[in-house]
T-cell receptor
Framework: GNSVTQMEGPVTLSEEAFLTINCTYTATGYPSLFWYVQYPGEGLQLLLKATKADDKGSNKGFEATYRKETTSFHLEKGSVQVSDSAVYFCALKLNSGYSTLTFGKGTMLLVSP | NAGVTQTPKFRVLKTGQSMTLLCAQDMNHEYMYWYRQDPGMGLRLIHYSVGEGTTAKGEVPDGYNVSRLKKQNFLLGLESAAPSQTSVYFC?????????????FGPGTRLTVL
């Protein structure tokens, strides 16, 4: 089946530090890959996505590159802010036919001033 | 444009009671979904719908029923609540067309079953 594995949190960083959250996947077909973010007390919001190998998704200073050879989609940001504190979910969705999202367990990021 | 809304925001039930969670979307999306979120488990799909009048089981459907009588609404029912159903429930919706199928999430319903 399909699965997504994320690094366990919480990840604690100081403001302006570099962020990496690892995400790897297994898929029965060719997937699109997503990062969603959940701020405290809210629902999930799409942060970025990539639909094919070597695509780079980017938004709000966050980036992730679809690496088919390593089945990975690691999330990075060069300089985090306190407002980036949230839970980040990696997810995949097969491109063929109808399929639903498969989520990782989420990684909490805590940024201190 | 309200997006995806959920009613109620919070609810406390006793074991054996029943309730219905309502999800509404005003984006004319074909697909709608119900997830539950538990600590350390991420989001797990309960049921989903690909159109008015159709529903399908997700990963964890037991103990839940759903209905999609109108395109804009997706109801999740618990007939006899159990403590294991204590969770945060999220509804989401999306277009059906590939490339436009980002899922939009509601704010969630926090349910406690005593």
């Amino acid at each position: 089946g399909n699965s997504v594995t994320q690094m366990e949190g919480p990840v604690t960083l100081s403001e302006e530090a570099f962020l990496t959250i690892n995400c790897t996947y297994t898929a029965t077909g060719y997937p699109s890959l997503f990062w969603y973010v959940q701020y405290p007390g809210e629902g999930l919001q799409l942060l970025l996505k990539a639909t094919k190998a070597d695509d780079k998704g980017s938004n709000k200073g966050f980036e992730a590159t679809y690496r088919k050879e390593t089945t990975s989609f690691h999330l990075e940001k060069g300089s985090v802010q306190v407002s980036d504190s949230a839970v980040y979910f990696c997810a995949l969705k097969l491109n063929s036919g109808y399929s639903t999202l498969t989520f990782g367990k989420g990684t909490m990021l805590l940024v201190s001033p | 444009n309200a997006g995806v809304t959920q009613t109620p925001k919070f609810r406390v039930l006793k074991t054996g009671q029943s309730m219905t969670l309502l999800c509404a979307q005003d984006m004319n999306h074909e697909y709608m979904y119900w997830y539950r979120q538990d600590p350390g488990m991420g989001l797990r799909l309960i049921h989903y719908s690909v159109g008015e009048g159709t529903t399908a089981k997700g990963e964890v459907p037991d103990g839940y029923n759903v209905s999609r009588l109108k395109k804009q609404n997706f109801l999740l029912g618990l007939e006899s609540a159990a403590p294991s159903q204590t969770s945060v429930y999220f509804c989401a919706s999306s277009y059906s067309r590939a490339g436009l199928n980002e899922q939009f999430f509601g704010p969630g319903t926090r349910l406690t079953v005593l």
